[in-house]
């Protein structure tokens, strides 16, 4: 007998929540909701609730009796946000993700090495822009209720290293990684062996928490692997120019993703096809498609490069100095509203 269980979105996130809630007032280092009310709303806040970010009692209880006010600047980082976050859902996310999905549909077996680059980036700029753009949004709108949330990305793929990747790239979850449970397995207090061990583990348990296929275990093992030998190599590898530690970075987290997309056995296909330099060919055969994908992709540079918002040295969002990238937002906003994509539900309303 099959019995279905019908989940409540996001309820990951709402339990990390909690969790974290309850750790921090037993460590004593957060005071108990004062009221049930403002337990549920620290658990229910709905702007997060779907998909993140993983919220901390005091970046919710802070506001709740005292709002953060809303002052033209907020009002103006608000919208940028959530214009942001629209922008890179409909008009990046959500029409690159098609012709990922399309091209994965025909099959891994046939694609041709410029296909499988294609598809590995393609989704590279999906599943950033899909997330990031949750997270922006959610924030954005917390700030209109006068919450302020932390960033939830800090343009991850500038990072020159692993470590710098996963302080860039769903950052509540790994700072609540970090502090309940990387933190109570030792840290670092007690040698290099034992913070390596406690780091593969927490990866171990992140790959877990987005799936229980061999694909997300690899993928948490392997992030966690090469993040234990950055800590035991740091400092030759700090000597390496930042330009080659850019480029090592985002191959290893290109490469991985494939893991993160695929079953195991269909991503190692893709690895393998990647490399496949006997299929090389700048005319494109059907039924796989390329162009459409790296002018989407395109969009992920444009980001990254104009950066619309900054964070700053308390992790919160910020609207940069520079107008130009609040500018190309908006210049930008109209046509995610008139070529959006197909229709593709968040990625993270699944974990």
């Not at 007032?25 to 609730?49: K, M, N, Q």
């Not at 006010?69 to 214009?83: G, K, R, W, Y």
């Not at 590279?124 to 917390?142: H, K, L, P, T, V």
């Not at 302080?167 to 034992?194: A, C, E, K, M, Q």
């Given at each position: 007998m099959v019995i279905d269980v019908i989940l409540p979105v996001g309820i990951s996130f709402y339990t990390f929540t909690a969790i974290g809630c309850?750790?921090?007032?037993?460590?004593?280092?957060?005071?108990?909701?004062?009221?049930?009310?403002?337990?549920?709303?620290?658990?229910?806040?709905?702007?997060?609730?779907?998909a993140g970010p993983i919220l901390r009692s005091r970046?919710?209880?802070?506001?709740?009796?005292?709002?953060?006010?809303?002052?033209?600047?907020?009002?103006?980082?608000?919208?940028?946000?959530?214009?942001?976050g629209l922008v890179k859902k409909l008009l990046l996310a959500d029409n690159i993700g098609s012709y990922v999905n399309w091209n994965i549909d025909y099959g891994v077996a046939n694609l041709r090495i410029l296909d499988a680059w294609s598809v590995l980036i393609g989704f590279?700029?999906?599943?950033?822009?899909?997330?990031?753009?949750?997270?922006?949004?959610?924030?954005?709108?917390?700030l209109l209720l006068g919450f302020r949330l932390p960033a939830n990305f800090n343009y991850p793929y500038l990072a020159t290293s692993?470590?710098?990747?996963?302080?860039?790239?769903?950052?509540?979850?790994?700072?609540?990684?970090?502090?309940?449970?990387?933190?109570?397995?030792?840290?670092?207090?007690?040698?290099?062996?034992?913070?390596?061990?406690?780091?593969?583990?927490?990866?171990?348990?992140?790959?877990?928490w987005h799936g229980a296929g061999v694909g997300f275990i690899l993928w948490g093992a392997a992030h966690g692997t090469l993040l234990a030998l950055e800590k035991i190599f740091y400092k030759p590898y700090m000597r390496v120019p930042a330009f080659i530690?850019?480029?090592?970075?985002?191959?290893?987290?290109?490469?991985l993703w494939s893991f993160f997309r695929l079953p195991a056995d269909q991503a190692a296909l893709l690895i393998e096809r990647l490399f496949a330099f006997s299929t090389f060919s700048l005319v494109t055969q059907a039924p796989y498609i390329q162009f459409p994908i790296w002018i989407f992709a395109s969009l992920l540079v444009l980001d990254h490069a104009l950066r619309p918002y900054r964070v700053n040295t308390e992790g919160f969002p910020e609207l940069a100095a520079r107008p130009l990238g609040m500018t190309a937002v908006s210049a930008l906003l109209p046509l995610a509203i008139l070529l959006f994509g197909k229709d593709l539900p968040f990625i993270y309303f699944q974990f």
């Open positions: 309850y750790v921090d007032v037993l460590r004593g280092e957060s005071p108990p909701p004062p009221t049930f009310s403002s337990a549920l709303l620290l658990i229910a806040f709905w702007p997060h609730l779907a970046n919710i209880l802070t506001y709740a009796d005292t709002p953060e006010p809303l002052t033209v600047a907020n009002f103006q980082l608000s919208l940028m946000l959530i214009a942001s590279a700029a999906q599943i950033y822009a899909d997330f990031s753009g949750y997270s922006d949004m959610a924030i954005g709108f917390a692993i470590t710098d990747f996963w302080r860039r790239w769903h950052i509540s979850l790994s700072t609540w990684f970090r502090d309940y449970v990387y933190y109570p397995l030792g840290g670092n207090r007690h040698g290099l062996l034992r913070a390596c061990l406690s780091i593969l583990i927490v990866f171990l348990l992140s790959g877990v530690r850019w480029c090592i970075t985002v191959f290893a987290v290109l490469l």
